[in-house]
């Protein structure tokens, strides 16, 4: 389909399948960057994907296309099968974006906010009160609602700005970096509402850069550096592309060279190095592992002071990935 053909309401791509979304291939340059290159992904119902990637990586700049806010150069983003764009309303209808700046009003009430943005979105007065309190139950500021938001912590404000993004039901619901500079509690809040999203059946494309909130929430996770997504698949998909080997660290005195030798016979061990007083082992599956090495490190004369296990996490995946720490 040619961007500039406007398929009616009923008309669905045929191959969109029954993902709420389909990405494909989509480019988007701003001068000579190129933001976005060549971006695919596909988020089924009640699934959660995850763009995970460091600052400038396009995150905002995929959302902003697969919203409607801008236009790509090239590719196609299709919500419920039908193909998205600026002047697509009826499509729009069916995401809610919750930008990663806050857009509420300081000298209205939480519920006040809600009831302002809910008339915009058409909501009938009864379904609007509905709708409000069932919105603010979602979002945990039941209590606060009647306060100024003004008076809000930072991470109520997020909360609340999320809350706007419900309104309407949408089948997908799009955040960007929900709990950057927020504290805490308010961060578990908004995860605990992700969460309960997901279960309630609704798609969610979640971008961060905290890799402990990709891993907890999301199904799928797209890791995206420099426009590209340099990998995607589930938490343990992804950690596989390390090699699927853990490191165990230990301390002791002892003849660390002879504890060396001990060491390197067993099955499970891939690789010691030792220097004066640490030996540092690449080992398969540590935690079955970690018994035996213990043994037969002391049994060959090692007296120990510490035993520390690494498992790889999305932070080794996006080291292995790209060569660099996905944290400045
Ligand atoms: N309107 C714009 N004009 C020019 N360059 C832009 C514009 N928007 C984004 N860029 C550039 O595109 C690249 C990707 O930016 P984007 O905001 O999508 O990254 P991000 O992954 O959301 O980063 P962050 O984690 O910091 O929010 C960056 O190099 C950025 O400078
Ligand atoms: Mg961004």
Do not use: W
């Not at 902003?64 to 039908?82: E, F, K, P, Q, Y």
């Amino acid at each position: 389909m040619s961007a500039d053909t406007v398929p009616d309401e009923s008309t669905r791509v045929p191959d969109a399948g029954d993902d709420v979304l389909v990405v494909r291939s989509l480019v988007r340059r701003f001068g000579g960057i190129t933001a976005v290159d060549d971006v695919s992904f596909r988020i089924g119902q009640g699934e959660t994907y995850g763009l995970l990637g460091p600052n400038g990586a396009g995150k905002t700049t995929t959302i902003s296309m697969v919203a409607g806010l801008i236009r790509a150069d090239s590719g196609a983003t299709l919500v419920n099968g039908r193909e998205m764009g600026p002047d697509r309303v009826d499509v729009k209808h069916h995401i809610g974006l919750v930008p990663q700046n806050l857009a509420i009003y300081p000298d209205l009430t939480g519920r006040e906010n809600l009831r302002y943005f809910g008339r915009l979105q058409r909501l009938g007065r009864e379904a609007l009160d509905r709708r409000v309190d069932e919105v603010l139950e979602l979002i945990g500021l039941t209590d606060r609602a009647g306060d100024l938001t003004k008076e809000y912590s930072g991470g109520m404000k997020r909360r609340l700005n999320i809350g706007i993004g419900l309104l309407h039901q949408p089948r997908l619901l799009i955040l960007d970096e929900p709990t950057v500079g927020v504290d805490p509690q308010s961060r578990h809040a908004i995860l605990e509402s992700v969460e309960a999203l997901s279960v309630e059946g609704m798609a969610v494309l979640y971008t961060t850069h905290y890799m402990e909130e990709a891993e907890r929430l999301c199904d799928r996770i797209g890791i995206i550096d420099e426009g590209r997504i340099q990998a995607e698949g589930s938490r343990d998909e992804l950690v596989r592309l390390t090699g699927g080997v853990d490191h165990i660290r230990l301390n002791g005195s002892g003849d660390i060279d002879v504890a060396a030798d001990a060491l390197r016979e067993l099955p499970e061990v891939e690789q010691v190095d030792a220097d004066r007083r640490t030996l540092y082992l690449t080992v398969r599956d540590a935690p079955t592992a970690v018994a035996r090495i213990v043994t037969s490190a002391t049994r060959a004369g090692l007296s120990l002071t510490d035993v520390e296990i690494t498992r790889p996490d999305l932070e080794s995946v996006f080291l292995h990935l790209t060569g660099k720490a996905l944290r400045d």
